[in-house]
């Protein structure tokens, strides 16, 4: 990102005419652009950089199969099975 804070900002003072970056070449403005293409398309891919971490996902994976050890007739959904839904729905008589 700060590649592309830099670029921004070259490019404005380009634009605006402030010197020494008016007299530069726009292949040396534009570069850092070039440059954070690359971090984001390339770099950051390559070495799984782009993934967020989430600390409370693996926390919340080793509760799920805790749960699930523990009833292993709940459903992923959190409900009982039907075998209790059937029993009472079952009219006497």
């Known amino acids: 990102m700060p590649f592309v804070w ?7 003072l ?3 005419g402030v010197e020494p970056v008016a007299g530069w070449s726009w292949f040396v403005v534009l570069a850092p652009f070039a440059v ?3 971090w984001f398309e390339v ?5 799984g950089l782009d993934r967020r971490r989430d600390a409370g996902q693996e ?3 080793v509760r799920r199969r805790r749960i699930e050890a523990m009833f292993p007739n709940l459903r ?3 409900r ?12 006497p008589g």
């Open 6 to 12: 830099a670029g921004m900002l070259l490019l404005v």
């Open 14 to 16: 380009r634009l605006i």
């Open 36 to 38: 954070a293409v690359t």
């Open 43 to 47: 770099i950051q891919p390559m070495f």
């Open 59 to 61: 926390f919340e994976n």
């Open 76 to 78: 992923a959904g959190g």
């Open 80 to 91: 009982r099975s039907d075998t209790r839904s059937k029993a009472s729905s079952e009219k």
